[in-house]
Every structure is written in C-alpha cells, then in structure tokens.
C-alpha cells in the first residue's frame, strides 16, 4: 500500500490566495519529500525534511513535519497561475535502504488567475 | 551541472512488440538510478532500482526487465508488451548517499494498443 497519502485530492484556489497540501504516512521515516509534476511531464523537487526538523523554508514553500502524528503540510503562499500542477509527498521505505522514495497519490492544485 | 535525458517522449506500440527505453545521465558518477511508472492520475510505482554497474533490484513482478550496461545508463526492456503496460515512465537518478532528492526525466508516455 502506498506509504504517503495526500489530500485533499484536489484543490482550486484563486491567484494570491494560499494553498495547504496534507500528507499522512503509516511508518517511521528519515525523511520526507515534496515534488511537483506539471501536467505531462517530469517530477520536481521542492523541498526534503528530515525526521529530526519540524519546519522548514524554501522561498514561498513551508513545509512541517509532525513525526508523532506522521503527517506532513506543504504551504504555498501567495499563489501564482504557475503553481498549478499536481504535488507529491514521498517517504523513504523503511528497511529497504533510505534511497528508495514510496509517493503517494498526489494533490492537483489548480490557481485560477 | 546535471542532467538527465530520457527517450522517446511517446511510443505507440503493439501487444506482443518489444519494448526498449532509454535513460542517460551527464555531469555526474555512480548514480543511483530508478525507473517508475505512473498510472493515469496516480502516484509512481517504483519498478526497478539499480546502484551501479550491472546491479538492478526489481521492486515488483512484472513483464518488463531492466538492465544497466553502463554507469550512467539504465534502459527498460520488455520482450513482449501487453495492454497493462500502458502508462507513464520515468527515469529518476540520485547521489548515492542516502536522504537526497530524485531527479527526474521528462517522462515517455507509452500506449499500447
């Protein structure tokens, strides 16, 4: 079964509003990633958290980590239409060696100009 | 700087066709290197992984096979496609140290028909 799971599935915003992306997972992680995927293409990454940080920044990217809950928000603020695309959390697998990333689902994001 | 190449972007093939991608890496050594598939509004299933030379895990039973003639190349094979291998593959690598991020390919979308 798939380790993160994201949600909402599906979020609309307008254009400078902010946009809050959820991720649970099920077991202990050394970290955990954000990517993003535009429409038909390749994955990006956003941002990586590691077990022992409980926030961090990149530019317009917050991300918090809550190991007791095991859940992850990704925050991006001040929306932009170039934001719209789909957003994935990924965990390491845990015993499979840390290199190996488990995604899950996925939040389509669309910002409405 | 890195970069990674992956081809074709589109392949429309027959059930029963062969199947061969293609995946290079440039500007860096000994990479882990990965493959993926992405069903339609899904998150990525990791298909096989290698980390080096010849060395190729696969993550689940399957048609399709992997192989890794050289450092910075990693090709997806299949001898005979059917309909189920229709979907989005992606070609990712990583420094082979453990907590870093994927980077990853523009994708080819394959069609079976």
């Known amino acids: 079964s798939q380790q993160g799971e994201e949600d909402p599935q599906a979020l609309s915003i307008q254009e400078g509003e902010n946009a809050t992306m959820n991720c649970s997972y099920k077991t202990s992680i050394n970290n955990l990633q954000w990517y993003r995927q535009n429409s038909g293409r390749g994955l990006v990454h956003l941002i990586l958290?590691?077990?022992?940080?409980r926030e961090k920044h990149s530019g317009r990217l917050r991300v918090t980590l809550d190991t007791s809950k095991k859940s992850s928000s990704l925050l991006i603020t001040a929306s932009r239409a170039a934001d719209t695309a789909s957003y994935f959390c990924a965990t390491d697998a845990p015993g499979a060696g840390s290199y190996q990333l488990t995604f899950g689902k996925g939040t389509k994001l669309s910002v409405i100009p | 700087s890195q970069t990674i190449h992956q081809w074709p972007a589109t392949l429309v093939q027959p059930v029963g066709s062969p199947l061969s991608l293609e995946c290079t890496v440039e500007g860096t050594s000994n990479p882990n290197l990965y493959w993926y598939r992405q069903a339609a509004g899904r998150g990525l299933q990791l298909l096989f992984y290698s980390v080096g030379i010849g060395q190729i895990s696969s993550e689940v039973p399957q048609n399709l096979s992997a192989s890794r003639p050289q450092d910075r190349q990693f090709i997806l094979s299949s001898k005979k496609l059917l309909l189920s291998d229709s979907g989005f593959y992606l070609c990712a690598w990583s420094v082979s140290s453990s907590n870093q991020p994927q980077h990853f390919g523009d994708g080819t979308r394959l069609s079976i028909l």
């Open positions: 958290i590691r077990s022992n940080e």
